[in-house]
């Protein structure tokens, strides 16, 4: 058999230099579109499916929903290809299956609420699924602001003193202002003024986490100085102890002042996870444990709010009717729902107190059953371990601390209101993020999604290619005198 004849020259054409030119970087936003337009599919789909399970008239009405899903999240796709080519193509899918999970639910909640109000002949309340498309277009504005001003991220860096300071500012404001202002079930979280009301919290916990990002970058030295080595660790000194401590006293203020566990607990534990990942030091974890149980030692022995958020956690069917029965009701969604669900819109999650905001995993674990309730959970943990994988792939160590401390509290908020809702740990009033109806969780939560895609487009991003310059003449070279036996530095 005779050998193949080799290819000819004009088959694979190369440059005159002799190597073909490098491919051009993929951004892979085209599997980004397809996964959106399969996240606004399953939208859709699952709206009917909750009209279908209410007997209500299936009309072309719900699918403004699915339509409006489409729009935005379009639009969101444009902005991230023009602004942020080379971001991880999995964030912004993963975010909007999440907002119309938490879509379909609120409007299967609705649809529960109205026939209740028909059954005991009370007026219809107005849906909430309109008002969280709303919230979803504003944090889609919230979003491409973002994307379009921050041009770099590390801009921050340059501020950070005064986005902390504005972050500080905004956290004690609900404190300062009078209750009817401020209170909602004894905490006081929010600024309410006519027709306008904001939960400052939800901002100023991106604006903390820039700011100690920039301080644990400035200030490294401070913080790995060497100290005392006591089994087999390293802790800090004592007088290296005050940023921390600074954050345990903001954090119990937050607590003393405005009767809010769940705030505290996500700014310290955010904190704590972000100057291990500075230090890489035990002892600081270890310290900040001890001042965290400290803090809710202190706590439970002076606030009798704490006290009964303790007490109920402990045993919630000790005062069904009153304080227990938050608690309770969820317990019996979650042994309703078993482990396949109810079927969206067969349960019975209504009978559940702020169903829409603090205990919409219950509503998750109801209809969706423990297997949906874990998809969810795993599609929260893809999302945390890909701004983790941005944090560890970006170059500089601004970048490094912001993306991990943005994906951190996305981990830590979501332990929170699960472990809250299923009696793992106290109630801390905390909503789900992307998926609980309100506004400011929402629009803080795109902002804080568009913070990661700048980290993830400059981590995935390929080098600069540098051109090479040709070498001067010699004549225009400069001399360089070499002693005997001295290399010259190679360039």
Known sequence: MSAPAPPSAGAFPSPPGGFAPAPPPSTRRNSELLLLAFAAVITTVSLFLVEASQEQSITWDIAKYGFAFLGLFGIAHLAVRRFAPFADPLLLPI?????????????RLDLGAAQNAEFNSVAIPSPDAN??????????VMFIGVLVVLRDYRTLARYSYTLG????????????????????????????????????????????????????VAKRDLFTTAGK????????RARDLGPILAVWIVCIGVLVFEKDLGTSLLIFG????????????????????????????FAYNLFGHVRVRVNTWLDPFADYNNTGYQISQSLFGFATGGLAGTGLGSGRPNTV??????????????????????????????????????????????????????SFTIAVQLFVVVGGVTKLIPLTGLTT????????????????????????????????VRKNTPAPPIAEAQTELLRRGEARPQE
């Not at 979280?189 to 991106?206: D, M, N, T, Y």
């Not at 230090?279 to 030692?297: P, Q, Y």
Request: aromatic share 10%; net charge positive.
């Open 131 to 140: 008002q969280q498309i709303m919230w979803t277009g504003l944090g889609m």
């Open 270 to 297: 955010t904190v704590l996870v972000m100057l291990y990942i500075a230090t890489e030091r035990v002892g600081w974890l270890i310290i900040g444990g001890g001042l965290l149980a400290l803090g809710f030692v």
């Open 165 to 216: 300071l504005v972050g500080l500012v905004a956290l004690m404001i609900p404190a300062l202002l009078p209750s009817r202002f401020s209170e909602t079930n004894g905490a006081k979280i929010w600024i309410r003024l006519p027709g306008f009301s904001v939960q400052p919290g939800e901002f100023a916990k991106i604006l903390l986490i820039i700011f100690f990002a920039s301080v644990l």
């Open 95 to 107: 975010v909007a299956v999440l907002n119309g999970l938490g879509l379909v639910l609120i409007h």
């Open 353 to 406: 107190p702020f169903a829409k905001t603090d205990f919409i995993v219950t509503t998750i674990g109801e209809e969706l059953g423990l297997i949906g309730l874990s998809a969810v959970l795993i599609l929260f943990m893809v999302l945390v371990i890909r701004g983790l994988r941005t944090a560890i792939a970006v170059r500089d160590s601004f970048g490094k601390l912001l993306a991990a401390g943005l």
């Open 433 to 464: 993020p992307f998926i609980s109806y309100g506004g400011s969780s929402l629009l803080a939560n795109y902002a804080l999604l568009a913070l990661l895609i700048k980290v993830s487009d400059a981590a995935r991003a390929p080098a600069p």
């Open 229 to 236: 080595h006591m089994l087999g660790m390293e802790f800090p």
